[in-house]
Nanobody
Framework: QVQLVESGGGLVQAGGSLRLSCAAS????????MGWFRQAPGKEREFVAA????????YYQDSVKGRFTISGDNAKNTVYLQMNSLKPEDTAVYYC?????????????????WGQGTQVTVSS
């Protein structure tokens, strides 16, 4: 199975930036779609961003467009989520996920492997 480990979360003031990393145990970028999801207390897990290695397309939730950027580095077997202009509403546990199909989807149930999550807290 694919092992995913997130890192880079922390506490940041509104307007600040963080870069999350997701290290995979396999060369997933060639054979998988990679996504980021988040879950705030009392809310459902929601889609944030995903990348397709089949066609190089990226996809974002509307609320993060222009602020977040998803990217990958095959040499390091790592996917990133660069988060700029952070807002208190972005506070959540962020999860990296991998899907055994090369096309991305915003549905969390379509992903097969998940990391343990990393906490992002944005203060006002």
């Amino acid at each position: 199975q694919v092992q995913l480990v997130e890192s880079g979360g922390g506490l940041v003031q509104a307007g600040g930036s963080l870069r999350l990393s997701c290290a995979a145990s396999e060369r997933t970028f060639t054979n998988y779609a990679m996504g980021w999801f988040r879950q705030a207390p009392g809310k459902e897990r929601e889609f944030v961003a995903a990348i397709s290695w089949y066609d190089s397309n990226t996809y974002y939730q509307d609320s993060v467009k222009g602020r977040f950027t998803i990217s990958g580095d095959n040499a390091k077997n790592t996917v990133y989520l660069q988060m700029n202009s952070l807002k208190p509403e972005d506070t959540a546990v962020y999860y990296c996920a991998a899907r055994l199909v090369t096309i991305p989807t915003p549905r969390d149930t379509d992903y097969n492997y998940w990391g343990q999550g990393t906490q992002v807290t944005v203060s006002s």
